[in-house]
């Protein structure tokens, strides 16, 4: 990002969150790194993984589905059973809430990209580890540069926090607007499907996060 940009988004209020390289071991080539694949070679990549250790207890790796030119990017935590068995992100009942949520903002599951911070399901559903999501980050990174989306809606706590890089309570990342760097991509940060099915009274401050993306992406080009 130049320097005027920078100034620009600080003089709004605007927080910037740069994406961290890997850590780079003894002079290594870090072990998260990817290069610059197009679609097929890293859905390749990603289907063949064994950087981390979810690798032995997965079924099935979960790309990601949608329009690989849309406007919104959709990023969850990580597959759960279903999403395992099938290999599609947010089929279960989460998904099922999440289509709603997409609905009520005008879109159909089809118009937007939906992933995961982690491609593979962390054993009984636990939060994955930090050296998973090192290991799995620069895929999703790659696929929001293939994408180039103008949004980025980012479900849940801990899809946020592996994402922007921060500790912060959801409560706090709500509310407003992130840029990911280096993409400058807008972030919008809401409650995870799952947490609204077991809080209902959650569903209003949704409406109002997707209120806010929905003005995030106004205006911008299509
Ligand atoms: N929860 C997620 O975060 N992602 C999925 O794909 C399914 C459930």
Redesign the pocket.
Not at 76 to 80: D, F, H, K, S, T
Not at 88 to 92: K, S
């Given at each position: 990002m130049d320097a005027r940009r920078a100034a620009v988004l600080e003089t709004l209020g605007v927080d910037r969150f740069v994406a961290r390289a890997p850590p780079v071991a003894g002079g290594v080539a870090p072990a998260g790194a990817v290069s610059a694949p197009g679609w097929d070679e890293l859905a390749a990549q990603v289907a063949g993984c064994t950087r981390c250790g979810l690798a032995a207890t997965r079924n099935r790796t979960?790309f990601g589905v949608g329009d690989r030119a849309a406007r919104w990017l959709i990023v969850?935590?990580?597959?759960?059973a279903?999403?395992d068995r099938q290999g599609?992100?947010?089929?279960?009942r989460?998904?099922e809430l999440?289509n709603s949520m997409l609905r009520a903002a005008g879109l159909g599951r089809g118009e937007v990209f939906?992933a995961?911070?982690l491609k593979c399901r962390p054993p009984a559903n636990r939060d994955p580890l930090p050296e998973e999501v090192r290991c799995c980050l620069p895929y999703l990174h790659r696929q929001i540069a293939l994408i180039g989306p103008q949004l980025i809606l980012c479900?849940?706590r801990?899809?946020a926090q592996a994402l922007l890089g921060v500790a912060t309570p959801i409560g706090q990342l709500r509310g407003r607007k992130h840029v990911l760097e280096p993409h400058g991509t807008p972030v919008i940060v809401t409650y995870?499907?799952?947490y609204l099915l077991r809080s209902p009274g959650e569903k209003r401050k949704v409406w109002q996060d997707l209120r806010l993306a929905l003005e995030v992406t106004r205006g911008r080009s299509a």
């Open positions: 979960v969850g935590e990580a597959p759960g279903d999403e599609e992100p947010f089929v279960g989460a998904g999440l939906i995961n911070i479900v849940g801990i899809a995870h499907p799952a």
